[in-house]
């Protein structure tokens, strides 16, 4: 196998990991299922990945770095600190309004897993960290006198808005952590 088919099966299996984890959730999915929605062979899987334990590693790993992306976009979105936060709020509108919204998926890998894989809690709090330092850096740029503060509330208002926004299956409550956002923001 050349390095590209085995990147390619690595992808496969990825996405359909990833899609299916995040759909129906980590201990609901098998192994089988994983292979047939990738189209490979069980052992191209095992190659690349010697447990289900390692692909879930690899699945959070890569939906870490998206999350990373999302911070990207949201400060490419906005031209001052205030409204590159605000636009993380943004996006989380616009993805909750997605059909397929289930929230954020290092967040349900570490409900859904609990202590069984200690890497999904660890990627959770990696991309949490991420998000908190995201908003910190934009509120110091800003001038606020406290930014790691701000940040912190920040990160509760949308990590909650999220959670919400599952349970409701609705947008509005990102919308409302929006407004309460800008309320924030606008106080400091």
């Known amino acids: 196998m050349s390095d590209q088919q085995g990147a390619s099966a690595v992808d496969k299996l990825l996405d359909a990991a990833s899609r299916l984890f995040y759909t129906r959730g980590v201990p609901n999915v098998g192994i089988n299922e994983i292979i047939a929605r990738a189209g490979v062979a069980r052992m191209t899987l095992y190659h690349h990945f010697p447990s289900k334990d390692a692909l879930v590693k690899a699945v959070l790993e890569r939906r870490k770095a998206e999350r990373g992306e999302w911070l990207n976009r949201a400060a490419n979105r906005a031209t001052t600190p205030e409204g590159q936060i605000l636009a993380v709020f943004e996006l989380l509108i616009e993805w909750a309004q997605t059909p397929d919204f289930r929230g954020c998926p290092l967040v349900a890998a ?71 956002a800008k309320r924030l923001v606008a106080a400091r």
């Open 110 to 180: 570490t409900v859904e897993l609990g202590g069984q894989l200690n890497a999904a809690r660890a990627y959770a709090q990696a991309h949490q960290d991420a998000t908190t330092a995201f908003f910190a850096a934009r509120a110091a740029e800003a001038g606020v006198a406290k930014p790691s503060e701000l940040a912190d509330e920040l990160l509760v208002l949308v990590e909650g808005a999220a959670i919400a926004s599952l349970v409701r299956g609705s947008a509005q409550p990102a919308v409302s952590a929006l407004a309460a």
